[in-house]
T-cell receptor
Framework: DAKTTQPTSMDCAEGRAANLPCNHS???????VYWYRQIHSQGPQYIIH???NNETNEMASLIITEDRKSSTLILPHATLRDTAVYYC????????????FGTGTRLQVTL | GAVVSQHPSWVICKSGTSVKIECRSL??????MFWYRQFPKQSLMLMAT?????????EQGVEKDKFLINHASLTLSTLTVTSAHPEDSSFYIC?????????????FGPGTRLTVL
């Protein structure tokens, strides 16, 4: 699976949009981009995934560049409860279903 | 959504004892479960992949005789840390893959914090 690079940490004011970038320059054509988050002392939570089109759900939006070498997770109106470590993972969708977690981005939402 | 539970949520034990952690898929069947370990301020590291009715597949560097995994049913996998030592103190997290599920088919449990004295 392709390696991803994320900033170590980011801050965001409550109510503002949080934009979390991820670089995956070696992504293959059949690899999807997944985002999970982990609130302190809890298990990871699935947020969103995509292949090449932008995706949106009730939690977030995922913007993938045309060359697919990077993506951005957008939390449109961050709240204090969104404070967590956000992991960007790329993997081939298949029976193995392994998730390889990198170091992620620690997002701190402040008042 | 699909729910995965872990028991216990935390455990403290003496060095040399064995500890069993349970991972259950509450409202779905899981043909595959995964066990992760997370040390403080570090990321999750996959320890092993557990398939119902067969032997678990361990990641490189994980001792299979120390971390015993049993996946006897489609809703239960157990991880036993044998002869635990202080360096085994960690946050253990399981995930379960929904049989025939879609892309977000892997659901995580809340984790078990193990402290070995």
């Amino acid at each position: 699976d392709a390696k991803t690079t994320q900033p170590t940490s980011m801050d965001c004011a409550e109510g503002r949009a949080a934009n979390l970038p991820c670089n995956h320059s070696t992504i293959s054509g059949n690899e999807y981009v997944y985002w999970y988050r982990q609130i302190h002392s809890q298990g990871p939570q699935y947020i969103i995934h995509g292949l090449k089109n932008n995706e949106t759900n009730e939690m977030a939006s995922l913007i993938i560049t045309e060359d697919r070498k990077s993506s951005t997770l957008i939390l449109p109106h961050a709240t204090l409860r969104d404070t967590a470590v956000y992991y960007c993972i790329v993997r081939v969708e298949g029976t193995a279903s392994k998730l390889t977690f990198g170091t992620g981005t620690r997002l701190q939402v402040t008042l | 959504g699909a729910v995965v539970s872990q028991h216990p949520s935390w455990v403290i034990c003496k060095s040399g004892t064995s500890v069993k952690i349970e991972c259950r898929s509450l409202d779905f069947q899981a043909t595959t479960m995964f066990w992760y370990r997370q040390f403080p301020k570090q990321s999750l590291m996959l320890m092993a992949t557990s398939n119902e009715g067969s032997k678990a597949t361990y990641e490189q560097g994980v001792e299979k005789d120390k971390f015993l995994i049993n996946h006897a049913s489609l809703t239960l996998s157990t991880l036993t840390v044998t002869s635990a030592h202080p360096e085994d103190s960690s946050f253990y997290i399981c995930s379960a893959r929904l049989a025939g599920g879609g892309h977000n088919e892997q659901f995580f449990g809340p984790g078990t914090r193990l402290t070995v004295l």
